[in-house]
RNA sequence: GUGGUUGUAGUUCAGUUGGUUAGAACGCCUGAUUGUGGUUCAGGAGGUCGCCGGUUCAAGUCCGGUCUUCCACCCCA
């Protein structure tokens, strides 16, 4: 028999990781809902034309593509097939599962433009697939828990957003991050002032590398593009000083000499950040990121973690046309993503899940003998009345083998029937971390458990 | 997609220049302990050495292919 596997890049979650991931999920959800976003949900798989083109010709190539049911060769030919796997695919394949949240949501908002009330503000918790080659925090399968303000430019989303991005932070108790900010326009004006107007895109690539590669790389690919280096490294060493946002831009217009929007939008948004004096922000601007997506026009965001090692872990920006793609112009948005499989694998890390973050019964109901089944079935359903989380060890074993059970599963308490607690009624309630046991009538018991 | 790397018991890993029945630790099962788990002690089960092929008298070990893992690039949550 072939031994069991699954596709490369996917996983199998068990039931600590699945409770762990759920945890996640309703933290971010609780923050998005506190936020007024509202929950949509679109299919796993899209048409082609809906997602091809949409994210670069990597992207396309990164699409997972859905063979067509049914005799997928009926209208191919001979030639088709000579004409490589590039033209060949587009007679076989029309679906494919979505690479991320955005692109299905700005079609969804052009299919549904008449239902909806804009400013709309969506949240979108799903899976989205990419055929990249697996990595550490890279995987073929991944959830992206999105929030997209859509139909406003009212300069407050950025700021609002930031807020979110802090709060769910927060709510997650992870504190090592950055939230790295920069703007589109700007990255388009430092790129027109090096010589390198048109070539805006490889000039993001090189100049997102910088912490990687270093200032004399940067240069050397910025002269392999024909621009101006003496130029960049302007923008370079300023990258670097120690000085505060608003003087930094200050200087970043002074040497691009051009007037811009990118460095206004950059200066209300710091100035809407000290509305909050008593919110501590860990934002960071920073010249060098550029986000590779290509839909993104204003304000990008991404965030990182700064303990471990990691890429980042939630992304986003202002989108100014991304409905245009699909026939619908002039409605502007903004939005964030975050990426709830690097979250998983940076809590896990810090160490930062709280015990209770791991589910299964508050208290294991465990029997001498027949007898005391039948009592415990009766009591089990009375302290789940109560909504305490309870089982009862549904087989006649041994107590040694039920005690061992609740130990391995973690359960805080058990509670032991034999003829004289069916007597009595009067139960010992055991806590398995201390070994203490306390003896008590079942309502003193749902008290003790559900205070 | 390009280059490299990894794979031996449930898990983490040993395994000599190719040479008899492939080991350890932890975990698991049974008992010491027929109304009390976590500690201890005694015993036990468990492996087509990722898969396919090749070289050889002989392959876990060498060679080729393939899948998988992780890493770098590309890109990204």
């Known amino acids: 028999m072939e031994k069991l596997s699954i596709p490369k890049g996917t996983r ?50 990164l699409l997972f593509k859905v063979l067509n049911s049914g005799d ?36 969804y908002v052009v299919m549904n433009q008449h239902n909806i009330t804009f400013p709309f503000k969506r ?73 390198l107007k048109g070539k805006e895109i490889p000039f993001c690539v090189a100049l997102d590398k910088l912490d990687k590669i270093g200032t004399e790389a940067v240069l050397s690919e910025v002269e392999g593009l024909n621009g101006n280096p003496s130029i960049v490294l302007k923008y370079l060493k300023l990258i670097n000083e120690p000085i505060d946002e608003k003087s930094k831009i200050e200087r970043l217009a002074k040497i691009t000499g051009a007037q811009n929007k990118g460095y206004e939008e950059l200066l209300s948004f710091f100035k809407g950040l000290n509305e909050f004096p008593a919110r501590n922000f860990k934002v960071e601007l920073d010249f060098s990121l550029a986000r590779g997506l290509s839909y993104y026009t204003g304000m990008i965001y991404e965030v990182k973690p700064t303990k471990v090692k990691m890429g980042s872990i939630c992304g986003g920006g202002r989108y100014d046309d991304l409905t245009g793609m699909f026939g619908l112009n002039g409605v502007s948005g903004i939005g964030i993503s975050f990426g709830l499989d690097r979250i998983y694998d940076v809590l896990l890390e ?79 309630l055991k806590n398995m971390v201390s070994g203490e046991t306390t003896r008590a009538s079942l309502q003193n018991i749902i008290k003790l458990l559900n205070p």
């Open 12 to 61: 199998d979650f068990g039931q600590i990781e699945s409770f762990r991931r759920k945890f996640i999920i309703d933290k971010i959800q609780k923050e998005f809902i506190k936020y007024g976003f509202s929950p949509i949900e679109t299919p796993t798989m899209e048409n082609l034309s809906v997602l091809m083109g949409k994210y670069g010709e990597e992207g396309d190539q």
């Open 350 to 428: 810090s160490q930062l899940f709280p015990e209770t973050a791991k589910g299964g019964p508050q208290v294991l109901v465990i029997h001498l003998d027949e007898m005391s089944f039948k009592h415990g079935i009766q009591l089990v359903d009375a302290l789940r009345d109560a909504g305490i989380s309870a089982d009862l060890y549904p087989d006649n074993v041994k107590i040694q083998k039920q005690m061992t059970y609740a130990n391995k599963l973690g359960i805080p308490f058990v509670l032991t029937i034999g003829s004289d607690e069916i007597a009595q009624e009067n139960y010992p």
């Open 72 to 107: 997928f060769l009926k209208n191919t030919t001979q030639k088709d097939y000579e004409s490589g796997h590039k033209g060949f695919f587009n007679k076989i394949s029309e679906k494919g599962l979505r690479y991320d949240l955005t692109v299905p949501f700005a079609r």
């Open 123 to 195: 949240y979108q918790i799903q899976p989205v697939w990419r055929a990249d080659r697996p990595q550490r925090g890279r995987y073929r399968e991944f959830y992206q828990c999105d929030a997209d303000i859509i139909g406003t430019r009212s300069s407050w989303n950025e700021v609002e957003l930031t807020l979110l991005i802090h709060d769910v932070f927060k709510s997650l108790e992870l504190e090592d991050f950055i939230v790295k900010i920069n703007h589109r326009e700007v990255l388009f004006a430092m790129a027109a002032a090096a010589d």
